[in-house]
């Protein structure tokens, strides 16, 4: 079975992850950085954002890709890759090391977070259904 949609999300969510990626790259090279982030506030940061792109999004991609292996209906399938898509694009606006409550921070770790507990339940009610 093809995985388009997961594709698709895939695809976008590795868009994000390389300009993320693009963006630490960029701050070293600017900051004469190699390893760590020497303290640099805005490094600090960048380095956040793309952690934690990369700390949450490999799973819910994989979650994903059972849920629309195992014939969830096209439109669930969708839905959770635009939480997931949504979610990650609004995130890293909220990375601030000076609070942890701000809007884009709380939208973007809750709706991935209820994107990974939707696509679980998903998929443990795929392998327990009759």
């Not at 004469?32 to 952690?51: E, K, T, Y």
């Not at 096209?74 to 890293?92: A, E, F, Q």
């Amino acid at each position: 079975m093809a995985l388009t949609i997961t594709g698709l999300y895939a695809g976008l969510l590795g868009i994000i992850m390389v300009v993320l990626l693009g963006n630490v790259g960029r701050l070293r090279s600017q900051k004469g950085v190699s390893l760590g982030d020497n303290g640099d506030r805005d490094l600090v940061i960048a380095n956040r954002q793309h952690m934690n792109f990369v700390e949450c999004v490999p799973l819910a991609l994989i979650l994903l890709a059972v849920v629309e292996a195992n014939g969830a209906p096209r439109g669930w399938v969708h839905t959770l890759g635009i939480v997931l898509l949504v979610s990650r694009l609004v995130h890293p606006f909220g990375i601030n090391p000076a609070t942890m409550n701000t809007v884009c921070r709380i939208a973007g770790s809750g709706g991935t977070i209820l994107m990974v507990i939707a696509a679980a339940l998903t998929a443990l009610w795929q392998f327990v259904r009759p």
